[in-house]
């Protein structure tokens, strides 16, 4: 079986940010980064698959040099050899663009499954995996919590709302997205971090995927990033207490909204 | 106990290779996932949380800048790094760590015959066998040149005699290298736990390093084949060479205890409020104390590099180690000690792990070599006067 794990790196959670001077993400200069959580689940999913069905692991990552740690980590957890897409044009894409770029680069290895975190943690769209299914016209499920081979087929349990759940059965190739929290990823071991050093990484750029500037333009656009502005207003009610307490409720109801 | 995202100040990380920073977080996600958890519990009934072994060598910290016999082959600066993320969750785990890998491993690597070789450093590596390693004496600590325990030859054997004292993984040790005393100078000697004469009992009572097991080792007419000996092991310079090995990754280590105080006590000050509700962390007296810390963390994190870079290349002087040992110790028990004092009454508790780093902190300024000793080789080195006697 051939697993195409697709994988990025995130700002590391709990990071101090701020904002970049035009207001429209944040500077990325004094934070570190680390592999997007939910990734880390579907890559422990494609390593036990397998362990258990043979095969292999690829690992597919979008992003600026610095991603390399992201791929070294995940080389050194045991998947075989890595692609690495990296271009400057790459810098600013969307969900659209970076699952374009991802579709190109992986057509030519016809994976068998390509499984990717349920969303990212830095844009929290949780389109990329989607797209990309589209794109290469693949069947996908979401928000996966288990993953059973049946000889050419899978069946899948997914997460619904309100502790539901759907099993769903799948013909293969397939994409899916994968929900955190589903296994216990193993560690790197240092002899893994070691053997990493000698495993295949190939880069990709825009041209190397016969992809244009005009094939990725961004479809949406951050406008404007800002932190969560706090207020703090006091506000006393004048009047008998059956006036107040009824104006107090109208605001809690159609104001703060907590009633 | 606050959640812990690394210290760096200065970019050091930007210092690292991939490798590096990999192998860091390896061991940060372990010690925060299967060492912090218990670690109070144990150091309150002085438990060597033993079940971690297995784990610890699966993950391959056991030997991890040795070559061959599985270990992991890692550069100094990574082997550096593991002790720091060790010694961030306990310094008596990390001290099990050293003694395993620095002085159990590295003087059978280093002098070892072949057999010896493979008997026991696969099984070390793999943590299906346990080390120990004899040089401190109850008379004998920072004068180890001075030391009784005798080795008789006795036709083909040797006949071992004598008393080691403050010895970590004594009790628990499947072999012990003991040196000792013989006509042609101080030799090493592989014990093994079990052999006629040779026991070991456990030093009860300490306030440092309750989750390592620290022992005394009795020799009386302990009987072993010549093939027991370290062959390449000639005089006190191969027990020293082995120090040096440990302390190097002391230096590292304790940087890893003092950001863990520092860090606990900087998100301490940051939410504890006295005085008109403001943050301590408010106040200049505890801004003092805190931009002390960091400066002394950051040069702290220099020097372990540096001199672990220049051991890379083969150019670490026993003197640069001490010069780290020294310096890392010092600043990490003095952080210790400020961190205590902004955490008031709490940091008297182990709910907060200050304590036990501060405790734990005594002895490693301590063992390996005191403070004084270095002082007085970094002394030696720049006067070119001894000046111990
Ligand atoms: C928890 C723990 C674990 C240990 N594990 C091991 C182990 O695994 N194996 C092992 O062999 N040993 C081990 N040791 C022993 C340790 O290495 C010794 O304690 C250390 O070398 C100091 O020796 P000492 O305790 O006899 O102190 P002493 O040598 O008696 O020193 C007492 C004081 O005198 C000072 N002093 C001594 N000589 C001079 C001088 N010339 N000039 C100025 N000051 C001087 C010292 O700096 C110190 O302040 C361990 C110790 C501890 C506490």
Redesign the interface.
């Known amino acids: 079986m051939k697993i195409v794990v697709c994988l990025k790196q995130v700002p ?1 959670r ?2 101090l940010l701020r904002l970049n001077s035009a207001g429209t993400w944040i500077q990325e200069t ?1 934070i ?1 980064f680390e592999v997007n959580e939910p990734d880390i689940y579907a890559l422990e999913e494609a390593l036990r698959l397998k362990e258990s069905q043979g095969g292999e692991v690829v690992v597919c990552s979008l992003g600026p040099a610095r991603a ?2 992201a791929i ?2 995940a080389l ?1 957890k045991g998947a075989d050899r890595a692609l690495h897409l990296d271009d400057p044009a790459f810098a600013n894409l969307d969900s659209f663009g970076i699952a374009r770029a991802m579709a190109k680069a992986l057509d030519a290895e016809k994976p068998d499954l390509i499984v990717t975190g349920l969303q990212s943690d830095d844009f929290g769209a949780a389109q990329t995996g989607v797209i990309l299914a589209e794109l290469m016209g693949l069947p996908h499920s979401t928000i996966i919590m288990a993953i059973e081979v049946q000889g050419s087929a899978i069946k899948v349990k997914r997460e619904l709302e309100a502790g539901f759940f759907q099993f769903i059965e799948m013909s293969l190739p397939a994409l899916l997205t994968i929900q955190s929290g589903i296994n216990k990823p193993r ?5 893994g ?2 053997a ?2 000698n495993k295949p990484l190939k880069k990709l750029g825009m041209a190397d995927l016969g992809l244009s500037a005009a094939d990725l333009a961004p479809r949406q656009k951050f406008t404007r990033v800002y932190v969560p502005e706090k207020r703090s207003k006091t506000e006393f009610f004048e009047g008998g207490g059956k006036d107040v307490a009824a104006k107090l409720v109208d605001k809690l109801k159609n104001e703060a909204r907590v009633l | 106990m606050f959640p812990f995202h690394g210290v760096d100040f200065l970019e050091f990380d930007s210092l690292l290779s991939d490798e590096e920073r990999l192998v860091r977080q390896t061991v940060r996600e372990f010690v925060d996932k299967e060492v912090l958890p218990g670690i109070e519990e144990w150091n309150r009934e002085a438990k060597f949380p033993k079940h971690l072994v297995p784990m610890m060598a699966e993950l391959g910290f056991f030997g991890a800048n040795l070559t061959g016999y599985g270990c992991a082959e890692m550069s100094n600066v990574e082997y550096g790094l593991i002790m720091q993320e060790l010694e961030r969750g306990d310094s008596g785990l990390r001290s099990f760590v050293s003694v395993q890998g620095a002085l159990v491993m590295y003087p059978i690597h280093a002098y070892g015959s072949d057999e010896q070789k493979e008997k026991w450093l696969p099984a070390m590596q793999q943590g299906t066998a346990i080390g120990c390693f004899g040089l401190t004496e109850p008379d004998f600590g920072s004068n180890p040149g001075g030391m009784r325990t005798r080795a008789r030859k006795d036709g083909d054997d040797f006949i071992l005699n004598g008393e080691k004292a403050w010895i970590t993984s004594g009790t628990i040790a499947d072999v012990a290298v003991v040196w000792a005393r013989t006509e042609e100078g101080i030799r090493g000697f592989l014990v093994e736990k079990g052999t006629p004469g040779f026991t070991s009992k456990d030093i009860k009572g300490k306030w440092s390093l309750r989750a390592s097991v620290t022992s005394t080792l009795a020799l009386q007419d302990v009987r072993v084949p010549a093939s027991a000996m370290l062959p390449c092991a000639k005089g006190l310079k191969a027990p020293l060479s082995c120090l040096t090995q440990a302390r190097y990754g002391i230096g590292w280590g304790a940087v890893g205890a003092a950001m863990a105080c520092y860090n606990e006590a900087l998100e301490y000050a940051k939410t504890r409020k006295q005085f008109d509700d403001k943050p301590i962390a408010a106040h200049q007296l505890i801004q003092a104390k805190l931009a002390d810390m960091i400066t002394e963390i950051t040069k702290g994190q220099l020097l372990a590099l540096q001199v672990g870079r220049l051991k890379d290349k083969g150019r670490a002087e026993p003197v640069h180690v001490s010069m780290l040992k020294r310096n890392n110790v010092k600043i990490a028990l003095d952080i210790a000690r400020a961190a205590r004092d902004i955490l008031g009454a709490n940091g008297v508790a182990d709910e907060y792990p200050i304590f036990r780093h501060m405790c734990n902190l005594e002895s490693v300024f301590t063992y390996e070599g005191t403070h004084n000793i270095h002082t007085l080789a970094i002394g030696e080195t720049v006067t070119g006067i001894p000046a111990y006697r």
């Open positions: 590391a709990d990071s004094d570190s390399q740690q070294k980590e050194a560690y790197a071991t240092l002899k971090i070691m990493a050093k």
